[in-house]
Protein backbone atom coordinates (compact mmCIF):
# COMPACT_ATOMS: atom_id res chain seq x y z
CA UNK A 1 0.00 0.00 0.00
CA UNK A 2 1.32 3.50 -0.57
CA UNK A 3 0.67 6.67 1.21
CA UNK A 4 -1.60 8.95 0.05
CA UNK A 5 -1.04 13.01 -0.78
CA UNK A 6 -3.35 15.39 0.33
CA UNK A 7 -2.28 19.45 -0.19
CA UNK A 8 -5.33 20.82 2.11
CA UNK A 9 -5.42 20.05 5.75
CA UNK A 10 -8.19 18.03 7.29
CA UNK A 11 -10.86 19.89 9.07
CA UNK A 12 -12.39 18.63 12.19
CA UNK A 13 -15.75 19.01 10.96
CA UNK A 14 -14.96 15.89 9.11
CA UNK A 15 -14.63 13.48 12.14
CA UNK A 16 -16.63 12.48 14.44
CA UNK A 17 -15.38 12.30 17.76
CA UNK A 18 -14.62 9.33 19.18
CA UNK A 19 -16.47 10.32 22.72
CA UNK A 20 -19.72 11.42 20.39
CA UNK A 21 -19.52 7.66 18.61
CA UNK A 22 -19.27 5.81 21.84
CA UNK A 23 -21.94 8.35 23.37
CA UNK A 24 -24.80 6.94 21.01
CA UNK A 25 -25.99 4.13 18.10
CA UNK A 26 -24.34 5.76 14.72
CA UNK A 27 -26.67 5.31 12.12
CA UNK A 28 -24.52 3.16 10.01
CA UNK A 29 -21.44 1.44 10.74
CA UNK A 30 -20.22 1.26 7.06
CA UNK A 31 -20.69 4.98 6.44
CA UNK A 32 -20.49 8.38 7.95
CA UNK A 33 -17.69 10.36 8.71
CA UNK A 34 -14.54 8.94 10.12
CA UNK A 35 -13.92 8.78 13.77
CA UNK A 36 -11.50 10.58 14.82
CA UNK A 37 -9.17 8.83 17.83
CA UNK A 38 -6.48 11.53 18.29
CA UNK A 39 -5.51 14.91 17.21
CA UNK A 40 -2.73 16.98 17.71
CA UNK A 41 -2.73 20.14 16.53
CA UNK A 42 1.05 20.58 16.63
CA UNK A 43 3.63 18.30 16.84
CA UNK A 44 7.08 17.35 15.02
CA UNK A 45 7.67 14.79 12.65
CA UNK A 46 11.17 13.51 11.58
CA UNK A 47 12.56 11.02 9.60
CA UNK A 48 16.36 10.38 8.34
CA UNK A 49 18.04 12.57 5.62
CA UNK A 50 18.44 9.69 3.38
CA UNK A 51 14.77 8.56 3.54
CA UNK A 52 13.12 12.44 2.27
CA UNK A 53 11.39 12.65 -0.75
CA UNK A 54 9.31 9.58 0.06
CA UNK A 55 6.55 11.42 1.78
CA UNK A 56 5.21 14.92 0.74
CA UNK A 57 5.39 16.36 4.08
CA UNK A 58 8.95 16.24 3.35
CA UNK A 59 10.56 17.76 0.27
CA UNK A 60 13.62 16.62 -1.58
CA UNK A 61 14.75 20.18 -0.24
CA UNK A 62 14.18 19.87 2.66
CA UNK A 63 17.19 21.38 5.28
CA UNK A 64 18.85 18.68 7.49
CA UNK A 65 18.53 19.35 11.13
CA UNK A 66 20.06 18.81 14.45
CA UNK A 67 19.30 15.37 15.39
CA UNK A 68 16.48 15.50 18.31
CA UNK A 69 16.78 11.98 19.05
CA UNK A 70 20.97 11.79 19.86
CA UNK A 71 21.99 9.86 16.71
CA UNK A 72 24.56 10.91 14.24
CA UNK A 73 22.33 10.90 11.04
CA UNK A 74 21.01 13.81 9.87
CA UNK A 75 17.49 14.06 10.21
CA UNK A 76 14.72 16.44 8.63
CA UNK A 77 11.88 17.74 10.48
CA UNK A 78 8.08 19.45 10.26
CA UNK A 79 5.96 21.05 12.37
CA UNK A 80 2.90 18.76 11.16
CA UNK A 81 -1.00 18.39 12.75
CA UNK A 82 -1.54 14.36 13.53
CA UNK A 83 -5.23 12.90 12.85
CA UNK A 84 -5.65 9.33 14.26
CA UNK A 85 -8.80 8.55 12.92
CA UNK A 86 -10.40 5.01 11.69
CA UNK A 87 -9.69 5.00 7.99
CA UNK A 88 -5.65 6.66 7.84
CA UNK A 89 -3.27 7.93 9.90
CA UNK A 90 -2.92 11.37 9.03
CA UNK A 91 -0.50 14.26 8.87
CA UNK A 92 0.22 17.65 7.68
CA UNK A 93 2.56 20.48 6.76
CA UNK A 94 1.66 23.60 6.71
CA UNK A 95 4.86 24.81 5.62
CA UNK A 96 5.66 22.27 3.28
CA UNK A 97 1.73 23.26 2.18
CA UNK A 98 0.94 19.17 2.13
CA UNK A 99 0.63 16.22 3.34
CA UNK A 100 0.06 12.50 3.97
CA UNK A 101 -2.53 9.50 4.65
CA UNK A 102 -1.26 6.34 5.45
CA UNK A 103 -2.95 3.39 5.24
CA UNK A 104 -2.78 1.44 8.57
CA UNK A 105 -1.10 -1.75 7.28
CA UNK A 106 1.98 0.38 6.18
CA UNK A 107 2.54 0.86 10.24
CA UNK A 108 4.55 -2.39 10.54
CA UNK A 109 6.03 -1.21 13.55
CA UNK A 110 4.84 1.94 16.38
CA UNK A 111 6.71 2.20 20.03
CA UNK A 112 7.05 5.01 22.26
CA UNK A 113 10.48 5.85 22.46
CA UNK A 114 12.34 8.75 24.53
CA UNK A 115 14.19 10.88 22.37
CA UNK A 116 16.64 13.46 23.74
CA UNK A 117 15.75 16.99 22.09
CA UNK A 118 18.21 20.05 21.72
CA UNK A 119 17.49 21.03 25.07
CA UNK A 120 18.97 18.21 25.75
CA UNK A 121 15.73 17.09 27.22
CA UNK A 122 14.47 13.35 27.28
CA UNK A 123 11.13 13.14 25.68
CA UNK A 124 8.33 10.69 24.76
CA UNK A 125 7.69 10.47 21.26
CA UNK A 126 6.45 7.73 18.86
CA UNK A 127 8.49 6.06 16.44
CA UNK A 128 6.73 3.90 13.73
CA UNK A 129 8.67 2.10 10.51
CA UNK A 130 6.39 2.33 7.83
CA UNK A 131 6.28 0.17 4.57
CA UNK A 132 4.72 0.92 1.54
CA UNK A 133 4.71 -1.11 -1.74
CA UNK A 134 3.12 -0.52 -5.22
CA UNK A 135 1.89 -3.94 -5.37
CA UNK A 136 4.96 -5.89 -6.74
CA UNK A 137 7.17 -8.86 -5.34
CA UNK A 138 10.67 -7.83 -5.56
CA UNK A 139 12.63 -6.16 -2.49
CA UNK A 140 13.37 -3.02 -5.09
CA UNK A 141 9.27 -1.67 -5.08
CA UNK A 142 9.36 -1.36 -1.31
CA UNK A 143 9.95 1.78 0.50
CA UNK A 144 10.92 1.95 4.20
CA UNK A 145 10.58 5.30 6.31
CA UNK A 146 11.34 5.63 9.47
CA UNK A 147 9.15 7.93 11.36
CA UNK A 148 9.06 9.55 14.21
CA UNK A 149 6.15 12.37 16.08
CA UNK A 150 7.12 13.89 19.08
CA UNK A 151 4.19 15.54 20.54
CA UNK A 152 4.82 18.80 22.52
CA UNK A 153 4.94 18.58 26.16
CA UNK A 154 1.21 19.05 27.13
CA UNK A 155 0.38 15.89 25.03
CA UNK A 156 0.48 12.24 26.21
CA UNK A 157 2.44 9.79 24.11
CA UNK A 158 1.06 6.91 25.51
CA UNK A 159 -2.44 8.06 24.39
CA UNK A 160 -1.07 8.93 20.86
CA UNK A 161 0.10 5.08 20.82
CA UNK A 162 -3.20 3.61 21.87
CA UNK A 163 -5.36 5.54 19.74
CA UNK A 164 -2.57 3.97 16.53
CA UNK A 165 -3.10 0.70 18.27
CA UNK A 166 -6.75 0.79 18.03
CA UNK A 167 -6.95 2.25 14.33
CA UNK A 168 -4.40 -0.60 13.60
CA UNK A 169 -6.96 -3.03 14.47
CA UNK A 170 -9.89 -2.25 12.34
CA UNK A 171 -7.21 -2.70 9.24
CA UNK A 172 -5.56 -6.07 9.85
CA UNK A 173 -3.31 -7.01 7.26
CA UNK A 174 -5.15 -8.09 3.70
CA UNK A 175 -5.04 -11.80 2.60
CA UNK A 176 -2.58 -12.95 0.23
CA UNK A 177 -5.40 -14.25 -3.10
CA UNK A 178 -2.23 -16.45 -4.61
CA UNK A 179 -1.77 -18.11 -0.88
CA UNK A 180 -5.56 -18.61 -0.51
CA UNK A 181 -5.83 -20.48 -4.05
CA UNK A 182 -2.59 -22.41 -2.94
CA UNK A 183 -4.48 -23.52 0.03
CA UNK A 184 -7.29 -24.19 -1.97
CA UNK A 185 -5.83 -26.54 -4.21
CA UNK A 186 -4.39 -28.77 -0.95
CA UNK A 187 -7.48 -28.91 0.43
CA UNK A 188 -9.30 -30.20 -2.44
CA UNK A 189 -10.84 -33.49 -2.44
CA UNK A 190 -11.21 -35.35 -5.56
CA UNK A 191 -14.14 -38.11 -5.23
CA UNK A 192 -14.08 -39.43 -8.68
CA UNK A 193 -11.29 -41.02 -10.99
CA UNK A 194 -10.80 -42.37 -14.57
CA UNK A 195 -7.33 -43.33 -13.64
CA UNK A 196 -6.04 -46.52 -16.17
CA UNK A 197 -4.18 -47.49 -13.29
CA UNK A 198 -0.60 -46.86 -14.63
CA UNK A 199 2.15 -48.25 -12.01
CA UNK A 200 5.05 -46.11 -10.64
CA UNK A 201 8.52 -46.89 -11.55
CA UNK A 202 10.74 -48.00 -8.80
CA UNK A 203 7.70 -48.50 -6.27
CA UNK A 204 5.22 -51.66 -5.59
CA UNK A 205 1.32 -51.44 -5.73
CA UNK A 206 1.98 -47.50 -6.31
CA UNK A 207 -1.02 -46.34 -9.17
CA UNK A 208 -0.54 -42.73 -11.21
CA UNK A 209 -3.30 -40.49 -10.80
CA UNK A 210 -4.58 -39.51 -14.21
CA UNK A 211 -3.95 -35.50 -15.41
CA UNK A 212 -6.67 -34.08 -14.43
CA UNK A 213 -6.01 -34.93 -10.55
CA UNK A 214 -7.85 -38.17 -10.07
CA UNK A 215 -7.50 -40.45 -8.10
CA UNK A 216 -5.89 -44.27 -9.04
CA UNK A 217 -8.12 -46.94 -8.99
CA UNK A 218 -7.94 -48.81 -5.31
CA UNK A 219 -7.20 -52.18 -7.50
CA UNK A 220 -5.77 -52.73 -11.23
CA UNK A 221 -8.47 -53.21 -13.23
CA UNK A 222 -11.18 -51.34 -11.42
CA UNK A 223 -10.83 -48.08 -13.35
CA UNK A 224 -12.34 -46.32 -9.90
CA UNK A 225 -13.56 -46.65 -6.32
CA UNK A 226 -15.52 -50.09 -5.73
CA UNK A 227 -18.59 -49.20 -3.50
CA UNK A 228 -21.55 -50.91 -2.12
CA UNK A 229 -23.41 -49.99 -5.40
CA UNK A 230 -20.65 -51.60 -8.06
CA UNK A 231 -18.62 -53.99 -5.75
CA UNK A 232 -21.09 -56.98 -7.83
CA UNK A 233 -19.36 -55.42 -10.61
CA UNK A 234 -16.00 -56.60 -9.41
CA UNK A 235 -16.79 -59.48 -6.76
CA UNK A 236 -18.45 -62.84 -7.24
CA UNK A 237 -21.16 -63.97 -4.78
CA UNK A 238 -18.02 -65.71 -3.29
CA UNK A 239 -16.06 -63.05 -3.08
CA UNK A 240 -14.03 -63.67 -6.04
CA UNK A 241 -12.31 -61.05 -7.93
CA UNK A 242 -14.11 -61.04 -11.36
CA UNK A 243 -12.30 -58.08 -12.95
CA UNK A 244 -13.38 -54.87 -14.53
CA UNK A 245 -15.28 -56.42 -17.39
CA UNK A 246 -17.13 -59.42 -15.31
CA UNK A 247 -14.45 -61.77 -16.47
CA UNK A 248 -12.25 -63.74 -14.01
CA UNK A 249 -9.01 -62.65 -13.22
CA UNK A 250 -6.01 -64.72 -13.11
CA UNK A 251 -4.36 -64.84 -9.93
CA UNK A 252 -1.44 -66.56 -9.12
CA UNK A 253 -0.76 -70.11 -8.22
CA UNK A 254 -1.81 -70.44 -4.49
CA UNK A 255 -3.85 -67.08 -4.55
CA UNK A 256 -6.68 -67.60 -1.99
CA UNK A 257 -6.00 -70.62 -0.57
CA UNK A 258 -5.33 -70.89 3.01
CA UNK A 259 -2.25 -72.54 3.87
CA UNK A 260 -2.14 -75.26 6.73
CA UNK A 261 0.28 -74.47 10.08
CA UNK A 262 2.79 -77.13 9.38
CA UNK A 263 3.04 -75.78 5.90
CA UNK A 264 3.64 -72.38 7.02
CA UNK A 265 6.56 -73.63 9.73
CA UNK A 266 8.68 -75.59 7.65
CA UNK A 267 7.96 -74.93 3.95
CA UNK A 268 9.36 -71.67 2.31
CA UNK A 269 7.37 -70.18 -0.53
CA UNK A 270 8.84 -72.08 -3.19
CA UNK A 271 8.75 -75.48 -1.06
CA UNK A 272 12.16 -75.16 0.05
CA UNK A 273 12.62 -76.31 3.99
CA UNK A 274 13.41 -73.07 6.18
CA UNK A 275 13.60 -74.58 9.50
CA UNK A 276 17.01 -74.07 9.33
CA UNK A 277 16.76 -70.36 8.86
CA UNK A 278 13.68 -69.62 10.55
CA UNK A 279 13.33 -68.24 14.09
CA UNK A 280 12.49 -71.12 16.72
CA UNK A 281 8.93 -70.84 17.79
CA UNK A 282 8.21 -69.82 21.12
CA UNK A 283 5.00 -71.85 22.62
Same mark, same amino acid.
Given at each position: ???????? !?????????? /????????????????????????????????????? /??????????????????????????????????????????????????????????????????????????????????????????? =????????????????????????????????????? $??? $???????? /?? *?????????????????? =?? !?????? *? *???????????????????? /?????????????????????? *??????????????????
Amino acid at each position: MLATTIRS !PPSLHDFTTL /AEYQSRTPESFSHGKPVLHFHLPDAIATVPKSQCDIL /AVFPPDTPAAPSINGETEQVVKQHVQVFVHSENFTIFSEAAGSGVSIPYPSISIHAVKQVRTPGDTNTPAIWMQLEFSDGGADDDDFSTVD =LTIVPPASADAQSLYDAISSCSNLHPDPTNDDDDEAA $DEH $DRIVSESS /AE *GETVEGFTGVLRGTTDGG =LP !PPMPGS *G *GWITAENVHEHFDEEGNWIG /ANGEAGELGEGAGRSRPRHEMD *GAGVNGDDESEVKRPRVE
